[in-house]
């Protein structure tokens, strides 16, 4: 199994906090990216990286920050969560862009009170 | 405008049978199509994938087709076995190299 790993796994906050997810990987991919997963909306593109300092902005990144100071580390923000926010996040990673072997880490199911 | 369609949100299929699911997009540009396979609590995970210039990819159990003039494409599992019971879902390329995903088939393998 790829090396990443997502911190929290589990996460209550209430409307207008700030929240912070961890990714973290070590296998040394120079991708990395965030996803929500919706009921009906399978998964969609928040941020992603192509290295560290360098990322973009995904198909629904409005109210999500990222930063990536470390190779290994990818944190996504939520400057003021909404309960509109309530997904579950998923982090992966990937050696090339957008290729085939993108790996997942195992979610952060993350609920806005 | 769900780009990506999965419309079947389940599928009930008998073990050892073949189970297949399904896939429509909208957008000709795609230029890779992709299945991921996800248990409950778990990452999705990578099954396969097929270039838009072919019509079919094989591995294992596991074969896609690709059916570009319907802008179609199909994940067919044989013989189908209960570990196999999970949420595919299709994701497709876009120019700007994102996944475009489906939002899902949930698969239950009866034994």
């Known amino acids: 199994d790829a090396g990443i790993t997502q911190s929290p796994r589990h996460k209550v906050t209430e409307t207008g906090t700030p929240v912070t997810l961890r990714c973290h990987q070590t296998?040394?991919?120079?991708?990395m990216y965030w996803y929500r997963q919706d009921p009906g909306h399978g998964l969609r593109l928040i941020h992603y990286s192509y290295g560290v300092k360098d990322t973009d902005k995904g198909e629904v990144s409005d109210g999500y920050s990222v930063s990536r100071s470390k190779t290994e580390d990818f944190l996504l923000t939520l400057e003021s969560a909404t309960s509109s926010q309530t997904s579950v996040y998923f982090c992966a990673i990937s050696a090339v862009r957008m290729n085939t072997e993108a790996f997942f880490g195992q979610g952060t199911r993350l609920t806005v009170v | 405008d769900q780009q990506v369609k999965q419309n079947s949100p389940s599928l009930s299929v008998q073990e050892g049978r073949i189970s297949i699911l399904n896939c429509d997009y909208t957008?000709?540009?795609?230029?890779?199509f992709l299945w991921y396979k996800k248990y409950p609590a778990e990452g999705p995970t990578f099954l396969i994938s097929?270039?838009?210039i072919k019509d079919k990819n094989e591995d294992g159990r596991f074969t896609v087709f690709l059916n570009k003039s319907a802008k179609h494409l199909s994940l067919h599992i044989v013989p189908s076995q209960p570990g196999d019971s999970a949420v595919y879902f299709c994701?497709?390329?876009?120019?700007?190299?994102?996944?475009?995903w489906g939002a899902g088939t949930k698969l239950i393998i009866k034994p």
């Open positions: 957008n000709s540009m795609f230029d890779y």
């Open positions: 097929i270039s838009s």
């Open positions: 994701a497709s390329r876009d120019s700007n190299y994102q996944l475009i």
């Open positions: 296998e040394n991919h120079r991708y």
